[in-house]
Nanobody
Framework: QVQLVESGGGLVHAGGSLRLSCAASETTLSIRTVGWYRQAPGKQRELVAA???????DYADSVKGRFTISRDNAKNTVYLEMNSLKPEDTADYYC??????????????WGQGTQVTVSS
């Protein structure tokens, strides 16, 4: 079992920046890909950015060049640096973590979400 705690959300003006954190509890599982998702009111949850255990990253087209995902494996924490924020970035942001057991069983965990509001 892995518990995720997200933080860093808040209210910011357009053009501003925020840094989200997703801290995972200590675990014997092997942590693989971690992704940040967001869900705006009335919309489906969408992948914003993801980072593999090897450090490879992927971004939604809408955030490329503005958002940066990174991870600190020693701290079991993944960050999402968000710059040049736009009102359309307003959403609840969720962290999703893929973990694998020694027997190669995969599990996926979600955080509780953190709200990001960008005012125009």
């Amino acid at each position: 079992q892995v518990q995720l705690v997200e933080s860093g959300g808040g209210l910011v003006h357009a053009g501003g920046s925020l840094r989200l954190s997703c801290a995972a509890s200590e675990t014997t599982l092997s942590i693989r890909t971690v992704g940040w998702y967001r869900q705006a009111p009335g919309k489906q949850r969408e992948l914003v950015a993801a980072i593999t255990s090897g450090g490879s990253t992927d971004y939604a087209d809408s955030v490329k060049g503005r958002f940066t995902i990174s991870r600190d494996n020693a701290k079991n924490t993944v960050y999402l640096e968000m710059n040049s924020l736009k009102p359309e970035d307003t959403a609840d942001y969720y962290c999703n973590l893929e973990a694998v057991t020694d027997d190669y069983e995969r599990y996926y965990y979600w955080g509780q979400g953190t709200q990001v509001t960008v005012s125009s």
